[in-house]
């Protein structure tokens, strides 16, 4: 079983930068499409960014533009540049695996990340 965790998150202003990094435990994480997640307080848990092992990219249309997902496969990392941050980004956020198929790993504890002037 892979063990994630995640970091980065803070309290930010609108407009503002966070760079999140998500540590994943185990060489199986060279195999998988990697995914960004997010769940604000009283919604689901939604997807918001994805890259495959060969580093393509998949933007949810509400952060497409502001925000980058990059993966360090010597460093089993996964990193979430996220810019021009808005009030609406307020959530966890977590990483896993994106494969539509197939149980997801153990979620990690996530990192919060509030954006309020």
């Known amino acids: 079983q892979v063990q994630l965790v995640e970091s980065g998150g803070g309290l930010v202003q609108p407009g503002g930068s966070l760079n999140l990094s998500c540590s994943a435990s185990?060489?199986?994480?060279?195999?998988?499409?990697m995914g960004w997640y997010r769940q604000a307080l009283g919604k689901q848990r939604d997807m918001v960014a994805s890259i495959s092992t060969g580093g393509s990219t998949n933007y949810a249309d509400s952060v497409k533009g502001r925000f980058t997902i990059s993966r360090d496969n010597a460093k089993k990392t996964v990193y979430l540049q996220m810019n021009s941050l808005k009030p609406e980004d307020t959530a966890v956020y977590y990483c896993n695996h994106a494969r539509p198929m197939g149980a997801k790993w153990n979620w990690g504890q996530g990192t919060q990340v509030t954006v309020s002037s």
């Open positions: 185990g060489s199986i994480f060279l195999l998988y499409t």
